[in-house]
Every structure is written in structure tokens, then in C-alpha cells.
């Protein structure tokens, strides 16, 4: 596998699938805790598949995490590979490092807080 896959294209699917699992699952639940129902239901009106994903919204997080564990040990294996010994390029290598670990905490960020109000909060807010 290359270091370039390693370092941009699993970071950022890791990324994407965070965002689905907000969209699908988080952000119904949120806008129904929030009492707002109405922006609920012209949500779904819009984006009328958000309702066919949150059936297997416990496959798609699943399917998230594992994204997201395997980005964050191939970014975990890889913080101390050698970059190359030209200077634009060691420049762009740790530049390159430094925004795939920002993404990665990113998509974990926004997963946490997707899997905490799709299978958390209704039983803290509402008992």
C-alpha cells in the first residue's frame, strides 16, 4: 500500500463516513431532541433516503468505525516513516502528516458525537 494512500484516501473515506452516520442517524435525533420536529419532517421531505439509511444505522456505524480504526492505525504505524531527504518534498511529507492527523480527529469527533445522539441521548434525556 502507498504511503500517499495510507496518508489521504483512508483518512478522508474515514472522513466521509463519519458524516454519514451524522446525517443518517445524528442529526434526526438531534432536531427531534431539540423539539423540532417540523425542521425534521421538511429535512426528510428534502432528503427522503435519510430515513432508508437509518433502518441500518447500526450496520453504518459499525462500517464507520471500522474505517475509522483502521485509518487511525495505519496513521499510527506510519508516524515515524522516513520522508524524503529533498526539503520541498520532507516540507510537503510532514505538512501531509499533519493534515491527515487533523482529519482523522475530525472524523472521529464528528462519529462520537453521531454515535452519542443516535444510541445515547434519547435514554439520557428522556429516561
Not at 495510507?6 to 445524528?26: D, E, N
Not at 421531505?45 to 447500526?58: D, E, H, M, N, R
Not at 482529519?103 to 462520537?112: D, E, G, H, K
Amino acid at each position: 500500500m502507498s504511503n500517499m494512500y495510507k496518508q489521504t484516501v483512508l483518512p478522508t473515506l474515514s472522513l466521509f463516513t463519519s458524516f454519514g452516520t451524522l446525517l443518517c442517524c445524528a442529526l434526526p435525533a438531534l432536531l427531534v431532541t431539540l423539539g423540532m420536529g417540523a425542521s425534521l419532517a421538511g429535512f426528510v421531505g428534502a432528503f427522503p433516503w435519510i430515513t432508508a439509511i437509518s433502518v441500518y444505522k447500526k450496520w453504518v456505524f459499525l462500517g464507520a468505525g471500522i474505517m475509522l480504526a483502521i485509518s487511525a492505525f495505519l496513521q499510527w504505524r506510519a508516524r515515524y516513516a522516513p520522508c524524503p531527504a529533498d526539503p520541498v518534498k520532507a516540507k510537503a511529507c510532514t505538512r501531509l502528516r499533519k493534515v491527515s492527523w487533523a482529519i482523522l480527529i475530525f472524523a472521529i469527533t464528528v462519529y462520537a458525537i453521531g454515535f452519542f445522539f443516535a444510541f445515547l441521548a434519547a435514554d439520557l434525556f428522556y429516561g
